[in-house]
């Protein structure tokens, strides 16, 4: 009874509850905001770390076209698409990890539109799939999973050669190499290459955006 | 008594929430700092990589058949000091033609004097006006004599160009060289401060990173050959690469235009080792060793400090060979 017969301002029920919540609330709250910066932070540096992993994929197949251009003593089967890369067996679509597709055809079309987009008169570059496959078969070692599908296209340049060039179309190649990885990862390289009547020789390199 | 018992659980659960509190001011700053220094990677990585790249259309072929496209000081306007520039450890320039702005081409002019006024040969895709260069360009002018030179666009209109040099150089271009784009970047780390800059040649000059504390570039090449060093098509130097201290890189012999030598030494770098380390900029957050905190701070204990971040890493610039 006598509980029960305090007055409304001594009455403290319920003031444990209310300071508990209110510590609960605090302590939640730093380890909600601790939470968000390490979830933030781990996603940063994953995403950095598939960036560069995709670039060395892409610059590792520039490479091996490359070396596998300079071998090739006419590049008119390359232009006209009868020769492929000894690298060129994977299936043109594949999804990858993080199941988002890659269409090799839909991006060679899309690459020719960007090209003709951005290119002045003329006769522009015509785009062609050259290699494609999981970056693991290139490398022969499926241990790791196929986690990076690569291709790479070539073209003849356009029509804006050097002058001092007598036939176009055999003296000058551009090859484009794509890595693509899981949760939007993707690098292109650039390279192009140059014949002369002695040899084949890489003119520049470039990091493509 | 309920509400002395509240106190002291409350007292409990503050104390237990203090080392809570120490991470969230800590955990922030590191993450700040692991951002800071990827940024500064891939800024470097980007550049020096890419460094060197030539011209595709007029006499295509990479920059190092011309010039050095790294070198260990200070090059465009701001560049000063002697003719012939010491190497600085914590410098570092990398030279590339662009593929953003004006088209790469021939001169129909000469170039004389220190702001010339140049005529551009015409190409199938470079027509008027003035083969899409802009006042503010930098260019870069070469010539088969191995004289070049940096020059700054101030005004283009239909297919000329007045132009401005960036060096106190007297190099006269003939018919016929080279004129391209070109990219300058120009990182170091800013004497007295803590601060990692980038400067664009001309007039940019901007800080990129804060709470720098160390920055340090080292240069391996294939071996010195014997012989003509300037003449050579630096490209076809092979063999396994070794350092090339700074003492090598200041010591001849001289290469170059008059007014713009260079060690011919740049002309054998293969590949570039960085070293970077950040600090955290909230000095309360380090603590006294020296091995984790370049630049010590009032910090004790065990928790709740942000050693600084090191990387080193090596890069390549793929246009500077050797090739397949």
Redesign the interface.
């Known amino acids: 009874m006598s509980r029960l017969g305090g007055t409304r301002g001594d009455d ?1 029920r319920g ?2 509850l209310l ?2 919540m209110l ?1 609960a609330v ?2 939640s709250g ?2 909600g ?2 939470v968000i ?2 979830s ?2 781990q996603a ?2 994953a995403n ?1 770390r598939r960036g560069v992993t995709a670039f060395y994929a892409a ?1 590792g197949l520039l ?1 091996g076209v ?2 596998e251009l ?1 071998e090739v003593a006419d590049w008119r089967p390359v232009f006209s698409g009868s020769r492929l890369s000894s690298f060129g067996s994977g299936p043109l679509s594949v999804r990858l990890a993080d199941g988002a597709a890659v269409d090799l055809p839909e991006m060679t079309l899309q690459l020719q539109r960007e090209t003709d987009a951005a ?4 006769p522009g570059p015509l785009w062609r799939l050259f290699a494609w496959g999981w970056f693991a078969d290139l490398l022969g070692d499926t241990s790791s999973g196929r986690l990076l599908y690569v291709a790479a296209w070539i073209s003849d ?7 001092d060039q007598t036939t176009e179309a055999t003296q ?1 190649i551009v090859v484009r190499a794509t890595a693509f990885g899981p949760f939007r990862a993707r690098r292109s390289v650039e ?2 290459l ?1 014949r002369t009547a002695n040899d084949a ?7 493509v955006y | 008594m309920a509400l002395a018992l509240t106190i002291v659980v409350l007292a409990v659960l503050l104390e237990l929430a203090r080392p809570a509190s120490s991470l969230t001011r800590s955990l922030p700053e590191a993450a700040n700092v692991q951002q800071r220094l990827r940024h500064a990677f891939d800024r470097l990585h980007t550049d020096l990589i890419g460094a060197g790249r030539g011209t595709s259309l007029a006499n295509p072929g990479p920059l190092i058949r011309y010039l050095p496209p790294l070198v260990p000081y200070r090059l465009g306007l701001r560049s000063g000091g002697a003719e012939r520039r010491v190497p600085r450890s914590d410098a570092i320039t990398t030279l590339s033609v662009s593929r953003g702005s004006g088209l790469e081409t021939t001169l129909r002019t000469p170039i004389v004097g220190s702001a010339p006024m140049v005529e551009l040969d015409s190409r199938p895709s470079c027509g008027p006006p003035a083969c899409g260069y802009r006042a503010r360009d930098l260019v870069l002018v070469f010539d088969d004599q191995r004289a070049w030179e940096l020059f700054r666009v101030t005004r283009a209109v239909g297919m000329r160009l007045t132009l401005a040099r960036a060096h106190a150089t007297a190099t006269v271009f003939g018919p016929g060289a080279v004129i391209a784009p070109v990219e300058l970047h120009h990182y170091y780390a800013a004497p007295g401060r803590t601060e990692l800059r980038h400067y664009d040649g001309w007039q940019g000059d901007f800080p990129l990173l804060d709470d720098l504390v160390d920055l340090r570039f080292r240069y391996f090449g294939p071996a010195a050959a014997a012989g003509p060093v300037c003449d050579t098509v630096s490209s076809d130097v092979r063999g396994p690469l070794v350092e090339i201290g700074p003492t090598e890189l200041a010591d001849g012999p001289w290469c170059g235009p008059a007014g713009l030598p260079f060690d011919g030494d740049l002309l054998r770098i293969r590949a570039v080792e960085v070293d970077l380390r950040v600090q955290s900029a909230v000095v309360e957050l380090r603590g006294a060793d020296p091995r984790l905190f370049r630049r010590p701070g009032p910090a004790s204990g065990r928790g709740g400090t942000v050693p600084d971040h090191a990387v080193t890493f090596t890069v390549a610039p793929r246009n500077l060979g050797p090739w397949p």
């Open positions: 403290r003031s444990a300071v508990t510590t605090l302590v730093l380890a905001g601790l910066v390490l933030t932070e940063v540096e950095h610059d490479a490359t070396t300079m290119g002045g008169p003329g340049g356009g029509a804006d050669q050097d002058p000058r390279a192009s140059g020789h890489v003119v520049t390199w470039d990091l």
